[in-house]
């Protein structure tokens, strides 16, 4: 049985186009991590080194640096799953899985809202620090000095990581509305019937041509079958 042969459909410029944006952002979000766990050393010790300068306990002080450091985990942590997430649509829009695109859209509106929510976090702490009450002033002081305990670089870098986050994700999903797109990623795979060609079985053809030669299942081709009943006795014989 022979099945006619299919071309795989081929991927339009858009599906592609999303695919390599999705993994450039996957690419940004490890380098994020490693850079974060990198510098986390540093910035844990200028932190110190400037909170003994506040009269602050070691216990406040000790407090504080485990915060930094804990965050800084997290953000890393966070950075390769969300790599790993992105590398996961990328892989799915590629095999034109329909559902792809709808995950694809989910993450994008997710990624939008912390993009936006982590800009908005990076100006305010510069343009309206931290404030407490009386009772946590030690602990307001500490925290003032956090962001200037890490490099110079840092929060510029992650401003600029904020808004290519949020443009990356608008792309993706306007990339993804588009009709090329829908109809790849909506095809429908068709199963090819039965050949309506002759199948040869063991002693040649099965669709209803005459077979010639003799076959497994009965006389030779052309010959009538032997009649029935007991064979005829020779003439002369009682």
């Known amino acids: 049985m022979s099945y006619p042969d299919r071309a795989a459909p081929r991927r339009p410029a858009t599906v592609v186009a999303a695919v390599a944006v999705l993994l450039l952002m996957a690419v940004g979000a490890v ?22 300068g506040t009269g602050a306990g070691g216990g406040d002080i000790d407090r504080v640096a485990g915060l930094l450091r ?14 790993l997430l992105l590398v996961g649509l990328a892989l799915g829009l590629l095999a034109g899985r329909p559902g792809a695109r709808m995950a694809t859209w989910v993450v994008a509106g997710l990624g939008l809202l912390c993009g936006c929510c982590g800009l908005a976090a990076l100006v305010g702490q510069r343009a309206a620090p931290l404030r407490l009450g009386a009772d946590d002033r030690v602990t307001a002081d500490l925290l003032g000095l956090v962001g200037d305990a890490y490099p110079a670089w840092w929060i510029p870098v992650n401003a600029a990581l904020s ?7 608008l792309v993706v999903a306007a990339l993804l509305t588009l009709p090329s797109a829908g109809g790849f990623l909506h095809r429908r ?17 099965v669709s ?10 009965g006389p030779p081709a052309g010959l009538a079958p032997p ?3 007991p064979p005829p006795r020779p003439e002369g014989m009682p």
Do not use: C, H, I, K
Not at 163 to 169: E, F, I, K, R
Not at 208 to 217: D, Q
């Open 208 to 217: 209803g041509a005459p077979v010639s030669g003799p076959t497994p299942w």
């Open 163 to 169: 808004v290519a986050q949020v443009l990356g994700y």
């Open 189 to 205: 795979t068709t199963v090819p019937g039965p050949s309506s060609g002759p199948v040869t079985g063991f002693g040649g053809s």
């Open 227 to 229: 009649p029935a009943g």
């Open 70 to 83: 804990g965050s800084t985990v997290l953000a890393a942590v966070l950075g390769v799953l969300a790599a």
């Open 31 to 52: 380098a994020y991590a490693v850079t974060n766990l990198v510098v986390a050393g540093g910035t844990v010790d200028r932190f110190r080194a400037a909170a003994q």
